[in-house]
């Protein structure tokens, strides 16, 4: 390893360097002719970009990878990513690599970078299926839920004033930013993890969803709420979540405790004179996913009708869609895949 790669590595994936659990999930192995040669066309899903620096250097040019942005990737992020992948694989064709931008505004950042890019924000791949509406009655056991990890940069405690919460811990990262969830005095609060059929449970026993930090990625749980019938409280944000929102479904409010006291307030109201539907509100993030599906789909195919595979994208979606598109390998199941 030569020293401009080693320092390249230092600077943007260090933390990386060793790990040996990877998100990823192949999509299609095809075999095609070119030249009278048979040939390998593979197609992965992948979370994160500096996130599989150990894996990049056994990218091949025959693999193609859509590349899911689990945060908010602002400023000179994607140039950076391209140096990083310029240092560690310079052969492989970087066009391959197919950015999932989780807003519109992403996608220029992302093609000047060199890359390729599709709008196609990643909520779109939760299972409609795990999380749905269970329970119609507006008499709901929690005015709010919070699925949330306990750290001050998702802001949590701007729920202060909110009785009844609900509080689903999430896993703690940020060891330097804990905020002790318990402090908010909630209602319900796991303890451990739970089982997505719990979390639906706690959606179906609470009036809205609240999420409250200022940018991240898309925020799973946000589009997991509005698919359980919930309509959320946010504050305003960056990053792809505000995708999923509308007049119908959500009120945007400022980011301090009285702000989304007043919200909350606004949603309760709202149920009640019905100007929030909760089968309309999972309806059309349904819908919606869809149609982010679908341009998923037909990107599919066009590499599929470049490469000459007589393949139908909609049967190999069909036939490989699962909950999140994406799952956990070791170094090695990753590097046969790969191979």
């Known amino acids: 390893m030569g020293v401009d790669k080693k320092s390249i590595i230092e600077k943007l994936a260090k933390p990386y360097v060793n790990r040996t659990r990877f998100l990823i999930y192949q999509l299609c192995n095809l075999s095609y002719w070119n030249l009278g040669r048979r040939k390998r066309l593979k197609i992965f899903m992948i979370e994160g970009q500096t996130h599989y620096v150990r894996i990049i250097p056994y990218f091949k040019n025959d693999s193609f990878f859509f590349s899911i942005i689990p945060f908010q990737a602002g400023g000179d992020y994607f140039h950076q990513f391209r140096k990083l992948f310029k240092a560690i694989n310079p052969v492989f064709n970087i066009k391959n690599m197919i950015v999932l931008c989780n807003t519109s505004e992403q996608m220029p950042r992302v093609l000047e970078a060199g890359f390729s ?17 269970t329970n119609l009655s507006q008499d709901r056991k929690y005015n709010m839920v919070l699925n949330t990890r306990p750290e001050k940069w998702k802001r949590p405690y701007l729920a202060r004033r909110i009785d009844k919460l609900a509080i689903i811990k999430g896993s703690h990262i940020r060891k330097e930013d804990y905020f002790d969830l318990r402090d908010l005095n909630p209602a319900f609060y796991s303890h451990s993890r739970i089982s997505p059929a719990e979390v639906c449970k706690i959606y179906n026993q609470s009036l809205c969803g609240g999420i409250f930090s200022d940018g991240e990625g898309a925020c799973y749980s946000s589009s997991e709420y509005l698919l359980s019938g919930l309509p959320v409280v946010s504050c305003k944000s960056g990053g792809g979540r505000d995708v999923w929102y509308d007049q119908d479904n959500s009120v945007i409010c400022e980011a301090n405790e009285e702000s989304v006291l007043d919200a909350f307030g606004q949603v309760s109201q709202k149920l009640i004179d019905g100007r929030f ?22 990107y599919v195919q066009t590499i599929l ?26 170094f090695f199941q990753t590097w046969l895949m790969l191979k």
């Open 277 to 298: 539907s909760r089968q309309e509100i999972r309806q059309r993030h349904i819908e919606k996913s869809f149609k982010f599906r679908d341009r998923f789909i037909n």
């Open 117 to 133: 890019a599709l709008f196609c924000n990643h909520n779109c791949w939760l299972d409609e299926n795990i999380f749905k509406i």
């Open 305 to 330: 009708d470049e490469h000459n595979v007589k393949k139908n994208a909609t049967d190999i979606f069909k036939a490989k869609y699962i909950h999140k598109m994406i799952n956990e390998y070791s």
